[in-house]
């Protein structure tokens, strides 16, 4: 029996941690299950709201099976409830409780993907009902997008490169910024703000200049977004653009942005997970779901049937909350009975888990262009470990770098992992912030890719903000 205990710093942090391993250790031997084929996985799922009950099972191929258990939570259960949910845990994949959402699908391709879409579409209903805005639910309570220093820094480094294309007479006429996923715009705000002032100063008027590109695939946040920078209008346009695939919207732009700016968006775009086992390679696949009581619940608040349940949820997810109460009145009398439905189904849904072995890293893709090929160094021949494919952030990456003019830079400040070591003593998603989907992002695969493609990537701790979990990713053409 392996047992992987990933928590690392936890172990040495938390004595709750450290306790909740012997009682863990005790049930699984306890249990009828065959251990020489049994996986013990033990992570601290930090993220309070998120997708899996305490103890979990997961088939790893036909014969082998892992038990995964949250130390963070296990260590509220007495040793009879843990042995109860080991023996559920290893009941076997046939025998699995509740109201499935979709079939097996892999991670990127799951239904959660669509909850954080609906987000982001109708968060204005999402927001009343919380009485809190979304930024609140960010690390550090709000969102490192409005720092003005940061983007004072920024803004002078580009001064700096345009007088000196400007000397030689190589400046552009049109000055080129792009921003992706811009939520409320407040990064838009403080970035135009600094730029008038700092340009006012500088006296090169490249405020005349510029065009701001704000870009989002969601209409309602892109007028959120405009609106906040209402005093900019003529420099800014808002384009809907799917940011894992921004070569559809902005090819115009090849070769022509000076910056791309993005924060707290790679974070968000739907990702698979690879993991290697005894030297094999597997895909994670994924099943949502709400448990049975869960399920009752809810479908008591929507009176209807369990068996009901799944055509509503698919419908609140095509259609959004507001057009539901009008399309199922009797369900969701009206839009706040709607968004109530969709904030309890959220809260309840859960993802199940299974190890399906890969074919070969040559034939997974990991966007329509990259092959998993590139993963090999970092996930095989080092023992086992799991890790985020990061196939939305890779998609929205690979298609920005092309954008950049032959001196610009894509600036990003999200959750990255920096190594893929860490993978090893820590758990990085995906959880759940208010909504919408978190998984950290797969830092080292970001870097490889860009290498092969002749950028440079370098990580800095976020600055202007000692001690967040905040990484700055600058990505730029090697000389
Ligand atoms: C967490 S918010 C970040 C907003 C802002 N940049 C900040 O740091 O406060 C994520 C933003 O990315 C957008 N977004 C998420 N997935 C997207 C996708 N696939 N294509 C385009 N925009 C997306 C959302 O609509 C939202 O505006």
């Excluded at 939520?183 to 703000?193: I, M, V």
């Excluded at 701001?212 to 695939?217: E, R």
């Excluded at 597997?282 to 009581?293: G, I, K, R, S």
Aim: with cysteine.
């Amino acid at each position: 029996m392996d047992v992987d205990l990933r928590p690392v710093r936890k172990l040495r942090e938390s004595a709750a941690a450290r306790a909740a391993v012997g009682p863990i250790l005790e049930a699984v031997c306890a249990s009828p299950a065959d251990l020489a084929s049994l996986r013990v996985v033990c992570d601290w799922i930090q993220y309070k709201q998120n997708f899996r009950e305490p103890v979990v099972g997961r088939p790893v191929g036909d014969t082998d099976t892992e038990i995964a258990f949250d130390l963070r939570r296990c260590g509220d259960l007495d040793p009879e409830h843990l042995a109860a949910r080991v023996k559920q845990a290893l009941s076997g994949p046939g025998d699995q409780p509740g109201v499935a959402l979709e079939p097996w699908v892999t991670g990127r391709d799951s239904c959660i993907w669509r909850f954080n879409q609906l987000y982001w579409q109708a968060l204005s209903g999402w927001e009343q009902a919380t009485g809190r805005e979304y930024e609140q639910s960010l690390p550090g309570g709000e969102s490192d997008a409005r720092n003005a220093e940061a983007a004072r820094e920024l803004i002078l480094e580009l001064f700096r490169i345009w007088d000196e294309l400007a000397a030689r007479r190589a400046l552009p006429e049109e000055l080129y910024i792009l921003e992706l996923g811009v939520g409320n715009g407040s990064q838009a705000r403080t970035w135009l703000d600094e730029f008038l002032q700092l340009d006012r100063r500088h006296g090169r008027e490249y405020y005349h200049r510029l065009r701001y590109l704000m870009g989002d695939y969601s209409p309602h946040v892109l007028d959120r977004a405009r609106q906040a920078v209402a005093h900019h209008s003529e420099r800014v346009s808002a384009l809907v653009v799917e940011a894992t695939r921004p070569s559809v919207t902005l090819g115009f732009l090849a070769g022509k942005a000076f910056l791309v700016y993005i924060s707290n968006v790679y974070d968000n775009l739907p990702t698979d997970e690879l993991a290697s086992i005894h030297g094999r390679t597997y895909q994670v696949e994924t099943q949502a779901y709400l448990a049975e009581d869960d399920a009752d619940r809810i479908a008591r608040q929507l009176s209807c049937r369990r068996d009901e349940l799944v055509t509503l949820i698919d419908r609140l997810l095509r259609i959004g909350p507001e057009l539901l109460s009008e399309a199922s009145p009797g369900n969701c009398a009206d839009p706040g009975q709607a968004v109530a439905f969709w904030q309890a189904t959220w809260e309840a849904l859960r993802l199940r888990e299974r190890y399906v072995p890969l074919e070969g890293l040559d034939s997974y893709q990991i966007t329509p262009t990259l092959t998993g090929e590139i993963l090999r160094p970092l996930i095989e021949g080092d023992g086992d470990v799991r890790m985020h494919v990061s196939n939305g952030a890779l998609g929205s990456f690979t298609g920005t770098l092309p954008l950049l003019h032959p001196y610009g830079r894509v600036q990003c400040h999200d959750l990255f992992l920096t190594s893929s070591q860490q993978y090893r003593t820590g758990f990085y998603g995906p959880g759940k912030y208010d909504g919408s989907v978190v998984n950290w992002v797969n830092g080292p695969l970001l870097q490889l890719v860009a290498s092969r493609r002749g950028f440079g990537v370098e990580y800095t701790p976020f600055r202007q903000r000692p001690g967040s979990n905040i990484t700055t990713l600058t990505a730029q053409a090697r000389d």
